[in-house]
Structure formats: C-alpha cells, structure tokens
Nanobody
C-alpha cells in the first residue's frame, strides 16, 4: 500500500511562491504517474498538474499554466509542485495522488491513492 504525504503548504501573500512536495512510501513504484489536485470549499476537485514516470511528460491545468510547474524524482518517489505568482483564487487544499491505471491524468477517478492534503492560503 502506497502512502502519500504532502508538505510545504502554508500562508503566503499574493504574488508569492510556495513549493509543495509529495513523498511516496511503502511501495517501490508509486504508480505510472502522479498528479496534483486542489479543492476549495464548496468546489469540485480541480486538476493542477501531473507527471508521467515513463518519459517524464508533464501536464498542467489551464488555470495555473505559466505559474505552476510540476516535477518529480522517480528514484525518490517524490513529486513537487512549484507555485509562483500565487493569487487568492489559488487558496485550497492541495492533494497529490498516484495513478495505476491508464485513465486520463486529468480525472481524479484515474488515481488510486491520495494523500491527506496540505492547505495553501493566499492572502490579498
């Protein structure tokens, strides 16, 4: 069973940056891809980014394109989310997840393991 643990969340002013980390333990390979999603109160879970371990291809959500960057270290089973130029609309709980199927990386239902989430709050 894979355990995913996010870290790096916190409170930041608008225009600031944060770097989230997600470490996987308990299994040699954390699926074939890992993704980041976020969820604000009263809203649906939103795709932020993903990285495929095969070839290292990355995917970025439209709402964060140009500001957020996803990267990963397969050897360490760790994925990162660099978030720049944050704005209050980015305030949410951020979750990492591991995908074992070949469903769309953009859909939460494609992922089989989820972390507990880390809160990101951006003040104006």
């Amino acid at each position: 069973q894979v355990q995913l643990v996010e870290s790096g969340g916190g409170l930041v002013q608008a225009g600031g940056s944060l770097r989230l980390s997600c470490a996987a333990s308990g299994r040699t390979v954390s699926g074939n891809a890992m993704g980041w999603f976020r969820q604000a109160p009263g809203k649906e879970r939103e795709f932020v980014g993903a990285i495929s371990w095969s070839g290292g291809r990355t995917y970025t959500g439209d709402s964060v394109l140009g500001r957020f960057t996803i990267s990963g270290d397969n050897a360490r089973n760790t994925v990162y989310l660099q978030m720049n130029n944050l704005n209050p609309e980015d305030t949410a709980a951020y979750y990492c997840a591991a995908r074992y199927s070949f469903g769309s990386v953009y859909l939460p239902s494609s992922y089989g393991n989820w972390g507990q989430g880390t809160q990101v709050t951006v003040s104006s």
